[in-house]
């Protein structure tokens, strides 16, 4: 006998769109609002990317501060097994990786198949995240599945500064 999951009536469904979307377009003012009247700070859509995972990969600083000071878990991953950290370090957001580990992000964030948020950050470029992950711990000899180093990853994908960063 399989349980049902409850069905929710399309006012609840509205509204946590609504709370998505505040995430996602960075408006602290009312999700403080909604998290000082008891909102969950680890809401999550329907892709699994929580309220931290959307203010964090669109940029907004102190959104994510917001959410991650009401509870918000840092390490929360989405359905893909994408970490916070991992969208910061593609992105290349400096601050906000600055601010994911200052609320416990695990430095590697690696997805399931072994990428880690040195790979991402080596595949696209990104030298001054390079930096800061390695000097926050980060391992520059993590292997993903296949076996690949953010190295090789840089090197496959023409990152050259990436290259030259991973190579000091």
């Keep these: 006998m399989t349980e049902q999951k409850p069905q929710l009536d399309d006012e609840t469904l509205a509204f946590a769109q609504e ?13 403080g609002q909604l998290l000082a009247q008891g909102l969950p700070a680890n809401i999550r859509s329907h892709k699994g990317d929580s309220l931290v995972m959307l203010a964090s990969y669109h940029g907004h600083l102190d959104t994510t501060r917001l959410l991650l000071q009401h509870g918000g878990d840092a390490n929360l991953r989405n359905s893909a097994g994408q970490s916070p950290i991992a969208g910061a370090a593609f992105k290349g957001d400096l601050a906000m990786i600055e601010l994911l580990l200052e609320f416990g992000a695990d430095v590697e964030g690696a997805t ?7 790979m991402m950050a080596a595949m696209f ?10 000097a ?13 180093t953010p190295l090789l990853l840089a090197q496959r994908m023409g990152a050259k500064d990436a290259v030259v960063a991973l190579s000091d």
């Design 19 to 31: 709370v998505l979307d505040l995430a996602r377009s960075g408006n602290s003012e009312r999700l």
């Design 112 to 118: 399931p198949d072994g990428k880690t948020a040195l």
């Design 136 to 148: 926050r711990g980060a391992n520059p000899q993590a292997r993903d599945a296949d076996g690949v």
């Design 125 to 134: 470029n990104r030298v001054e995240v390079i930096r800061l992950l390695v």
